[in-house]
């Protein structure tokens, strides 16, 4: 069984900062690309960081400049650093990984239950 759980979510003032991590755990081989999405009601999940197993970052143009994503592979973790948040950066937050089972050796995406961000004005 492979878990992603994620945590650091809440209440934050317009400004702020807030730190975002997730931890991967279960019977895990290889975790290659892990990332951030978000999502509002009625809107379409979104990406918002994605860091490769080699340390390769994609961001939304949104979040470029504000926010950092990084990874501790022997913690099988990944964080995103958000800082000057806005309003609009209000959502729930996800977190995504792209995984090898060590039972059977395939690869596919996993998800975690997500965290909610709010940012205040």
């Known amino acids: 069984q492979v878990q992603l759980v994620e945590s650091g979510g809440g209440l934050v003032q317009a400004g702020g900062s807030l730190r975002l991590s997730c931890a991967a755990s279960?019977?895990?081989?290889?975790?290659?690309?892990m990332g951030w999405y978000r999502q509002t009601p009625g809107d379409q999940r979104e990406l918002v960081a994605s860091?490769?197993?080699?340390?390769?970052?994609n961001y939304a143009d949104s979040v470029k400049c504000r926010f950092t994503i990084s990874r501790d592979n022997a913690k099988k973790t990944v964080y995103l650093q958000m800082n000057s948040l806005k309003t609009e950066d209000t959502a729930v937050f996800y977190c995504?990984?792209?995984?090898?089972?060590?039972?059977?050796?395939?690869?596919?995406?996993?998800w975690g239950k997500g965290t909610l961000v709010t940012v205040s004005s």
């Open positions: 995504n990984a792209d995984l090898v089972r060590l039972l059977d050796r395939t690869s596919r995406a996993y």
């Open positions: 860091i490769t197993s080699g340390g390769i970052k």
């Open positions: 279960g019977s895990i081989f290889k975790i290659n690309t």
